[in-house]
């Protein structure tokens, strides 16, 4: 926060504050086409657009890949290009506002997270060019029983008994990929409890985890700050290390 020292200088900053401020509001979708929503090395694009929205062509490491997002009807869609071999389209999946698209360092596939990060619902799809289908692999199914291994929904203080159970069977959390690995062999996820009071004690609880591509299975899980010290640099937005769960009762082993 920047305190003034006269009335005036206040007066002077909330204007341009609030001139900023239109300018964001007034500003088409395409001037913000290719920047990243959460991953800082990514490439991000609208799901959903009316009008204004231009291709991005985003290029994969070996210079002669690459995935197109395209709009039709206001929606986007991807046209995945390869030398030597036609094109190939992916449609119906992006329909979040936010998107972030990060090619793997063999190029060899590619992820997509969808969500606005941590404060939204998100979720993450990965594509591989060996699939002549290119069908979305789900990697993160087995970090969400994690999650709620980890942080038991029905020891949570504020929760109900036939909520708690809901939670366990359908925990619904945040996924959100940070990065590929140097091998391309697995995804570093960030996953997170929303931060809405139907969560509980639970609510706000995080951990990271790399993730093996394709089967999902989890290699490693990283405390908060293990993985912020790891991956923040990752990250376009700062990770806030949570607070400690609240439980009705101390979790053994704990």
């Known amino acids: 926060m920047i305190e003034r020292n006269s009335r005036k200088g206040a007066v002077v ?25 959460w991953i800082k090395r990514a490439t991000g694009f609208a799901g959903d657009c009316a009008s204004g929205c231009q291709p991005v062509r985003v290029i994969a490491p070996d210079k002669a890949t690459a995935a197109e997002v395209l709009y039709h009807e206001g929606g986007a869609y991807l046209r995945v290009t390869q030398s030597g071999q036609p094109a190939r389209e992916i449609h119906d999946v992006f329909s979040s506002p936010h998107n ?11 992820f997509v997270d969808a969500g606005e990060g941590m404060t939204s619902p998100s979720f993450v799809q990965v594509y ?16 969400e029983r994690d999650m709620v291994k ?4 029905c020891q949570a203080l ?26 391309s062999s697995a995804i570093v996820v960030l996953a997170q409890v ?12 995080s951990m990271g985890y790399e993730v093996e591509v394709p089967s999902g299975k ?37």
């Open 100 to 110: 972030d698209l990060l090619w793997s360092p063999d190029s060899k596939g590619f």
């Open 13 to 37: 900053s909330v204007g341009v504050l609030s001139c900023a401020l239109l300018l964001l509001v007034l500003l088409p979708l395409e001037a913000f086409a290719g920047r990243p929503n």
């Open 128 to 143: 591989l060019l060996d699939d002549p289908q290119l069908r979305p692999v789900d990697v993160t199914h087995l970090v």
């Open 150 to 153: 980890t942080f038991p929904p």
């Open 194 to 205: 929303p931060c809405t009071s139907n969560f509980g004690g639970i609510s706000c609880q």
């Open 218 to 254: 989890i290699l490693k899980q990283l405390q908060p700050a293990e993985f912020r010290k790891a991956y923040q640099k990752y990250m376009e937005q700062k990770y806030e290390l949570p607070i400690p769960p609240q439980y009705a009762a101390p979790l053994q082993g704990r």
């Open 158 to 183: 504020f929760l109900d008994e036939a909520t708690c159970h809901k939670i366990e069977a359908h925990p619904d959390y945040n996924m959100t990929a940070i990065t590929w690995t140097e091998d």
